[in-house]
């Protein structure tokens, strides 16, 4: 049996440490210290454990290691402009899931990332969007996430 929790601020290291582990994985090599890492932590810390939260990580502990994170999901609710498939403009949006590499193929990633999508049901949040990664593809999918049509296109403006 998995046990998955609810993530508070004291956690927010193996959080953003997890989150390395992510990043190289997608990007092939490690990313670089800096101060992400710190601002990273700092929006961890402001956010779990607010009485009105908007963002929630769920965790697995690493059997036998305390104090160290095997897995994590995040997850934040947006407010938007209501439309007829989203009356309320709640939205959710997924991301930072990721399982340390000695855990992976146990399960971990799904237990986290049904509880934050039970988060969200429990808010009444019914739209979730997030963008897969090429592994992660077949657990989100397995889990109901879908294609959806449009592209997806981003700026990036450069610091003052």
Known sequence: ???VRRAGSADAAEIVRL???????????????GPWQASARQVLRDHLDASEATMAVFVVDAPGRPGV????????????????????GRTGYVFNVVTD????RRGFSRACLSALLDWYR??????????????GEPLYRSLGFADVSG??????????
């Open 19 to 33: 989150r390395g582990v992510m990043l190289a994985s997608m990007g092939g090599t490690p990313p670089t210290p």
């Open 1 to 3: 049996m998995i046990t």
């Open 69 to 88: 994170l095997a897995a994590c999901a995040t997850g934040t609710v947006e407010q938007r402009l209501g439309g007829p498939g989203n009356p309320d």
């Open 122 to 135: 429990d808010r009444g949040v019914r739209k979730i969007d997030l963008r897969a990664s090429t592994e």
């Open 101 to 104: 590499a000695g855990y992976r």
């Open 151 to 160: 592209p997806t296109l981003r700026l990036s403006l450069p610091e003052a």
